[in-house]
């Protein structure tokens, strides 16, 4: 939850950040002013897009808690996977 929480305030702070410089920076000027502003631009909306997709991706990719197998379990396991195969292998070919 914690985690949750540190990225919705991340994500507001460089959305405000984004907001707040956008005017500010020089787009006009010097090579050097001209290239800070892209590579400033290009940095913030890198942190805007990590922060969103790893706010979208929460709560995929949990570790599902699984009890041991035992021996039959994984001999009829086995058999539907080499079922799984012959059955591909007949479509496709």
Not at 36 to 42: K, P, Q
Not at 59 to 86: D, P, S, T, Y
């Amino acid at each position: 939850m914690a985690l949750k929480y540190r990225l919705i305030i991340s994500f507001i702070v460089a959305l405000w950040l984004l907001w707040f410089a956008v005017p500010r920076l020089p787009l006009y000027g010097t090579d050097l002013q001209f290239g800070f502003s892209v590579l400033w631009l290009a940095f913030c909306l890198l942190v805007i897009g990590a922060n969103l997709h790893a706010l979208l991706r929460l709560g995929r990719g949990e570790a599902v808690e699984r009890h041991a197998l035992n021996k039959e379990q994984r001999e009829v396991m086995k058999r539907l996977q080499r079922a799984r195969k012959k059955r591909r292998r007949m479509m496709m070919g």
